[in-house]
């Protein structure tokens, strides 16, 4: 039993783990990251603090390529919904893999210009041709 908690726990990380590193391969940044120590702790604890601020939403329309400012609107409002979807901050209600992992199939299928889309994550609908 103890076993199994553990192991629920970690795909749990896992899941958070897999939200950071969209955001840091999209941008080359880290998604909490921060100049104060402080700055990042309240960012990844606190409720208030939304995952995409205003330098976190430029530097995915930076990005995400040229395109008007309507599609990269849409295209930051989808990564928006996929990390408010894994990078949930209570464990206890983040999604299981399998559900994480169909979100950002359906997330990458709606960016065309994703650096994402040429990693080609085994099975997935948008692997690189």
């Known amino acids: 039993r103890r076993k199994r908690q553990s ?57 995400l390529g040229r395109h008007s400012d309507a599609m990269l609107d849409a295209m930051v409002a989808h990564v928006d919904q996929l990390l408010g979807f894994i990078v949930v901050r209570d464990p206890t209600r983040r999604p299981a893999l399998r559900e994480a992992r169909q979100k950002l199939d359906e997330t990458l299928m709606r960016i065309p210009s994703s650096p994402l889309r040429s990693i080609g994550f085994p099975g997935a609908a948008h692997a690189a041709p």
């Open 7 to 63: 192991s629920a726990t970690r795909y749990l990380r896992d899941v958070w783990a897999v939200g950071c590193l969209v955001f840091e391969l999209l941008t080359g940044h880290m998604l909490f990251g921060s100049d104060e120590a402080a700055e990042t702790l309240h960012r990844i604890t606190s409720d208030d603090a939304p995952l995409l601020g205003k330098e976190q939403r430029r530097l995915l329309r930076e990005a």
